[in-house]
């Protein structure tokens, strides 16, 4: 079964740092681009970062660049977000997704919560 | 970046009949589009991509249309577990990925 599952969200204080995990199993992790997707509460979906196969291309949302990188590790099958300097409206639900190979997400992990304070 | 609108906010439609949801897009994006699926505590599900393509598991119910600017969401007769939140999403320029703000059916 394709799966992907993330953890690391939590109560962080505004400025803090969090460090976001997604781990994939039941397909081959390293022939596809990963990404991560957020919705704060009551919102809609908000596009965040992508990272090609091999690291080579990486983008993120104009809302994040220069606050979060995002990392990838083929041997682990696992996908990362490294966050920093996080604000009240970093508030959200982070999701993994794995694009289908045709630029658009096909498989979704049920998301962990990060919650700011300020 | 180019911005998905979605119409209606909510539509209230009675198990059984039809829920027909617009989606459109500031400049076109030719077929690339697809839509989610979201229930309430839970992740989005695909549903449709390429606008008309049912993704694998998804029911003949479900029908995708249009091109380029304007497209629809069709579902024919509504079942009690298609009550949920629909997004749009466009890939035809990206990044970024951008999403319509999303439509609600619920239960008239």
């Known amino acids: 079964e394709v799966q992907l599952v993330e953890s690391g969200g939590g109560l962080v204080k505004s400025g803090g740092s969090l460090r976001l995990s997604c781990a994939a199993s039941?397909?081959?992790?390293?022939?596809?681009?990963m990404n991560w997707v957020r919705q704060a509460p009551g919102k809609g979906l908000e596009w965040v970062s992508s990272?090609?196969?091999?690291?080579?291309?990486?983008y993120f949302a104009d809302s994040v660049k220069g606050r979060f990188t995002i990392s990838r590790d083929n041997a682990k099958n696992s996908l990362y977000l490294q966050m920093n300097s996080l604000r009240a409206e970093d508030t959200a639900v982070y999701y993994c997704?794995?694009?289908?190979?045709?630029?658009?997400?096909?498989?979704w992990g049920q998301g962990t919560t990060v919650t700011v304070s300020s | 970046e180019i911005v998905m609108t979605q119409s209606p906010a909510t539509l209230s439609v009675s198990p059984g009949e039809r829920a027909t949801l617009s989606c459109r897009a500031s400049?076109?994006?030719?077929?690339?589009l697809a839509w989610y699926q979201q229930i309430p505590g839970q992740a989005p599900r695909l549903l449709i991509y390429?606008?008309?393509t049912r993704a694998t598991g998804i029911p003949a119910r479900f029908s995708g249309s249009g091109s380029g600017t304007e497209f629809t969401l069709t579902i024919s007769s509504l079942q009690s577990e298609d009550f949920a939140v629909y997004y749009c999403?466009?890939?035809?320029?990206?990044?970024?990925?951008?999403f319509g703000q999303g439509t609600k059916v619920e239960i008239k």
């Open positions: 400049q076109s994006v030719s077929s690339n």
């Open positions: 999403q466009q890939y035809n320029n990206w990044p970024p990925w951008t």
């Open positions: 390429s606008a008309s």
């Open positions: 039941g397909f081959t992790f390293s022939t596809y681009t």
């Open positions: 990272i090609s196969r091999s690291s080579s291309y990486i």
């Open positions: 997704a794995r694009d289908s190979g045709y630029d658009f997400p096909d498989v």
